[in-house]
């Protein structure tokens, strides 16, 4: 049984200013955002520029960001952040919804799309085999700061750890990294394979909505549930119940996509 390394969330400070793990996570997934876009460019030349590409970055920071805190406030805590309402911009303390920030990016696409007369799912195809490793390397400062444990499990698994935060010494599913195995790295390798090949159109969004869904509701049976807006009288989690929209409106766009092109 191992005890979670109960790392200092700051990673280092610069006078009165404290930089946060947390926060070099998200800017580490926007720089491969970046790499894997020039490289995403070169495969396929004349669809997008880098300027366009850095600036399709600014609009789904802006997505990501706002969506994702959002997200957390109304989908998983609603009633803490009724009573703490200023918490709400503490973003650099952790706390924000993937399916939140999801829904920010997609609008934030849609702005950006309209602004420069691009195909909405064009844009969603490029960007996704993008997405995954910046799920990783938020789910690694999830794991840094021990939130979002996992459930209790047995102490002979050998890779069971005691997370202090949970306010117990009983051993737990790592399940930050789960999400960082699945989400993260499987799903990436998912995309960027798939992808390699000219896809109709929507194809490549609709994989990513299946497999992001499929493994979020995998790994969520190992995680500790939320609260969410309904308490924990459900039998399956708040993850997972958003992440079953994410299937079917993928198989939808993914059988749409080959049979527009059959």
Known sequence: MLLHPQFDPVAFSLGPLSVRWYGLMYLLAFVQFILLGRARIKRHPGFLTVEQLDDLLFYGMLGVILGGRLGQVLFYEPAY??????????????GMSFHGGFLGVLLAMLLWTRKRQFAWLDITDFIAPLVPLGLA???VGNFINGELWGRITESSLPWAMVF???GDLLPRHPSQL???????????LILWLYTRSVRPRGAASGVFLIGYGAFRFITEFFREPDAGIFGQSYSISMGQWLSLP??????????MAYRKRA
């Open 137 to 139: 390397a938020g789910r």
């Open 81 to 94: 952040f009724l009573m703490h309402p200023l918490e709400i911009f503490a973003v650099w303390q952790g």
């Open 246 to 255: 994410m299937i079917l409106i993928g198989l939808l766009l993914l059988t």
């Open 178 to 188: 789960y999400h960082v195995g699945l989400e993260g790295i499987a799903l990436f």
């Open 164 to 166: 202090p935060q949970a």
